[in-house]
């Protein structure tokens, strides 16, 4: 299946704003505009704004216009150290504006008459509030909750519901379709299934500086989602900063679920017949940041594991030892009945429990049809029967020629993740910020699962790719351009478990085949197919922000090339029904006092 779109996601004029300093910013980068005044608040034009950034020293610059207003457009998140100075006034500095990621503030500077020596100082706090010009609703968890909120998975998608307005993946009522889910600006979604608030890319709490979650995204430049998550992947400062860090969880801390209790111990031996799943799960990693070139060039590197060694309760449906001789065992004119039956015909260990003075009857299957003289010639029942546990668990199938077989069945997970992300200021007017992000994982048993112990499942591998590049220009004191290019390749793989073991299937001539049990569960899971998939997402970016008098503008645009190359093989390999197939078997009425249970018998006579 192949499917290839071209979004043309937005290409918008913006309407202007009249009001002083309010200006739209794009996606992830936050916006910082104003108006420079003087004492009696009229405009100051030709004033020289330095917005500095506290962490890495890097400063940008732009110059106030006739209307006295100035604009950032496109400023990484973080502190900053905003500052206005021009011939005649005392230089004004405004400290600890913070930015957040897709941040619209506007900060007015006043200046003062008096030599540009002197130096006005002014904290951005309450007394001297920061405004927020955007209608859209929406809000951000920081870069210290994301760090602070216990999130077991590491996944700050898991924090998105601490917003308001939003229920899972519906955010104020709309459809999980309408979401845009980005990392650094680039969609970061399954172009093929939409799992709603998700992303191909693991977004880990070591990762993911900071986040915004938008409800109601008013302002045009969104483009498409009318629910949007803006992340942006940590940064290096001039000061080099890292981390290491373990989580381990363990079962023995883990009481065992009632279900398993409930199933008690074998009387035999004295062990659970349910023992409790086991759950060990080791998440651990290093990440470290910091500068090439102070106030020039800045670096970010992370690396993180997860090891899950996990084992999940099941119950396959077995024969039990004397109906794989082609014994069929019942009590005359008594229906069969396991453990949880309203009359049991079988005990906790599978012996036969009748009425009194009632014997057990034992058919031999192979003496009642003609057609239907011993096992099958081709050996494949055998070799099957040869691979099936004996049965534990007498509350399922009839209990005296079906049981069940409980065991725990391992799922082990492996998963490497690298992230690096490197900024750069190539000169007072151009800024680069490059980022790649490379994910494995194995999950052994993640699909069509093994269904008996002594033969292996499916597995799912997955391999994910992003790469993402902004140059972000000053081409005039009022013009900044911001290109992005961005690439998304997601690669899911499901085999099954004739792909992982071919030996597993039996042949007709030279051609595989899998089989479908009646009456017991199917030795090798026949639910499902092989299939895979890989959804590369190309996506393109620019806006140009201008300012000319007090009207402020923004055009741009944003190409998708999305595609989704997969394979669905269902029933592509040939299945084969074990059972009683199209002809009846001949003469299980005639047993003596079979009754109900001449179904049931009829159903045990595999055959190929």
């Not at 003609?370 to 399922?396: C, E, Q, S, W």
């Not at 007709?508 to 030795?523: A, H, L, Y």
């Not at 084969?576 to 001949?586: L, N, R, T, W």
């Amino acid at each position: 299946m192949r499917k290839t779109a071209l979004h043309i996601l937005s290409f918008t004029l913006i309407t202007f704003a009249f009001a002083a300093g309010v200006v739209l910013a794009q996606s992830t980068g936050a916006s910082l505009s104003g108006t420079v005044l003087d004492a009696s608040g009229a405009a100051v034009p030709g004033a020289k704004i330095t917005a500095t950034q506290v962490a890495t020293g890097v400063a940008s610059r732009t110059e106030s216009n006739s209307a006295g207003q100035y604009s950032f457009p496109s400023l990484p998140a973080g502190t900053y150290q905003l500052a206005a100075e021009k011939p005649g006034f005392r230089k004004t500095s405004v400290n600890e504006v913070l930015l957040e990621v897709g941040a619209r503030v506007a900060v007015d500077i006043a200046l003062e008459i008096g030599q540009t020596t002197e130096i006005v100082e002014v904290k951005a706090d309450a007394d001297n509030p920061l405004n927020y010009v955007t209608a859209s609703v929406g809000g951000v968890i920081t870069e210290r909750k994301v760090l602070d909120l216990p999130v077991s998975s590491r996944n700050v998608l898991n924090l998105t519901t601490t917003q308001a307005g939003t229920v899972g993946a519906n955010f104020n009522g709309a459809r999980r379709g309408n979401l845009n889910i980005q990392i650094d600006g680039v969609n970061v979604q399954d172009a093929r299934i939409n799992l709603g608030v998700s992303s191909t890319i693991f977004a880990s709490v070591d990762r993911i500086a900071e986040f915004r979650v938008l409800t109601q995204p008013v302002d045009a430049e969104f483009g498409r989602g009318s629910g949007q998550v803006q992340m942006i992947t940590r940064s290096g400062t001039n000061e080099f900063h890292g981390s290491l860090f373990a989580f381990h969880r363990n079962t023995v801390l883990n009481a065992n679920n009632w279900f398993n209790n409930q199933a008690g111990r074998n009387p035999v031996t004295g062990e659970e017949v349910s023992p409790r799943e086991n759950l060990i799960r080791n998440q651990y990693g290093a990440r470290v940041g910091g500068p090439v070139f102070k106030n020039k060039t800045f670096f970010h590197f992370l690396w993180e594991g997860q090891k899950i060694r996990q084992r999940q309760t099941i119950t396959s449906t077995v024969w039990t030892q004397t109906a794989r001789q082609g014994l069929y065992r019942f009590f005359p004119g008594l229906q069969n009945g396991n453990l949880t039956a309203a009359r049991p015909t079988v005990d906790f260990n599978g012996n036969p429990v009748g009425p009194p003075g009632t014997p057990l009857s034992t058919v031999n299957l192979f003496t009642a049809d003609p057609a239907r003289p011993g096992f099958d010639t081709t050996g494949l029942v055998k070799r099957y029967i040869d691979a099936m546990p004996l049965p534990n668990d007498f509350r399922f199938g009839d209990g005296l020629n079906t049981a069940g077989y409980r065991w725990n069945r391992p799922r082990p997970f492996d998963e490497n993740n690298y992230n690096i992300k490197v900024d750069h200021v190539l000169n007072p007017k151009h800024r680069l910020s490059f980022s790649a992000s490379i994910e494995r994982s194995d999950e052994i048993n993640g699909f069509m699962p093994q269904l008996w112990p002594s033969l292996n499942g499916g597995n799912v591998v997955q391999r994910d790719y992003l790469y993402q590049a902004t140059v972000t220009s000053l081409l005039a004191p009022s013009v900044v351009n911001e290109f992005r290019t961005g690439v998304l390749r997601p690669t899911f793989r499901f085999y099954s478990p004739w792909e992982v073991n071919p030996d597993l299937l039996p042949k007709s001539g030279q051609t595989p085949f899998v089989v479908d049990f009646v009456t017991i569960t199917d030795p090798v899971d026949v639910s499902n197919d092989p299939q895979g998939r890989i959804s590369p997402n190309y996506q393109f970016f620019n806006k140009t922000s201008v300012i000319k008098g007090n009207h402020n503008y923004k055009f741009g645009g944003q190409l998708w090339f999305v595609s989704s190359n997969g394979f669905n093989s269902f029933d592509v390999t040939p299945r084969a029904v074990i059972g009683a197939g199209a002809v009846p078997v001949a003469g299980v009425a005639n047993i003596p006092g079979i009754g109900q249970n001449q179904i049931g018998r009829a159903s045990c006579r595999e055959r190929v």
